[in-house]
């Protein structure tokens, strides 16, 4: 059984950063893809970054160039550096693992049936 841990969300001003962090069990995370998504009240649940086995990362154009992924096989986690933010950020952050091209210049996941309690980000204008 997969287990998803998110964890490093808060209350920021807009400009601030947080660093999200999301614990993997249960998957051996260097075979996998990993993606974060996010859910604001009343939308649908959105991917915003992959990052492949490979290294490739692709990002939704909204935080293109201030959201950066990255992954830790050796630790079993994934991160989301989450810069110069604003108040359309604010959502609950959820990480999955699942499949996407090594080398897929798309913003694409097949992730797992799993998902972790998610973990909220608040920014304040």
């Known amino acids: 059984q997969v287990q998803l841990v998110e964890s490093g969300g808060g209350l920021v001003q807009a400009g601030g950063s947080l660093r999200l962090s999301c614990a993997v069990s249960?998957?051996?995370?260097?075979?996998?893809?990993l993606g974060w998504y996010r859910q604001a009240p009343g939308n649908q649940r959105e991917l915003v970054a992959t990052?492949?086995?490979?290294?490739?990362?692709n990002y939704a154009d909204s935080v293109k160039g201030r959201f950066t992924i990255s992954r830790d096989n050796a630790k079993n986690t994934g991160y989301l550096q989450m810069n110069s933010l604003k108040p359309e950020d604010t959502a609950v952050y959820y990480c999955?693992?699942?499949?996407?091209?090594?080398?897929?210049?798309?913003?694409?996941?097949?992730?797992?049936?799993?998902w972790g309690q998610g973990t909220q980000v608040t920014v304040s204008s």
């Open positions: 999955n693992v699942g499949v996407a091209h090594p080398y897929s210049s798309r913003l694409s996941l097949i992730p797992t049936g799993y």
């Open positions: 249960g998957r051996t995370l260097r075979i996998d893809a």
């Open positions: 990052i492949t086995t490979s290294g490739s990362t």
